[in-house]
């Protein structure tokens, strides 16, 4: 059974930083996309950033220069380092691997809060 385990999530302070870790059961890690979901209280899930199984990367508008995603194939874990933190990053994260529009699964998420 394929599981997802998040974590690193934490209460931080504005402008500090916390690296979130998601360890993925998968056979061929490899072969999958992955990506970090968040959804704060109220709002819809949304994707953070994205890894794909070749290594190219891409980022929410409001996480570009702030946050970095990387994966290590071999320890089959995927990472999120979040750097200069805002408020209004506080969610629940959520780990997400994707090799077609059947194999899909998801970590069961992670709390990040950020406030003084």
Do not use: H
Request: glycine content about 10%; overall charge positive; some cysteine.
């Amino acid at each position: 059974q394929v599981q997802l385990v998040e974590s690193g999530g934490g209460l931080v302070q504005p402008g500090g930083s916390l690296r979130l870790s998601c360890a993925a059961s998968l056979p061929i890690f490899s072969i999958y996309d992955m990506a970090w979901y968040r959804q704060a209280p109220g709002k819809q899930r949304e994707l953070v950033a994205a890894i794909s199984s070749g290594g190219s990367k891409n980022y929410a508008d409001s996480v570009k220069g702030r946050f970095t995603i990387s994966r290590d194939n071999a320890k089959k874990t995927v990472n999120l380092q979040m750097n200069s933190l805002k408020p209004d990053d506080t969610a629940v994260y959520y780990c997400n691997a994707r090799l077609n529009t059947v194999n899909v699964y998801w970590g069961r998420g992670t709390q990040v809060s950020v406030s003084s």
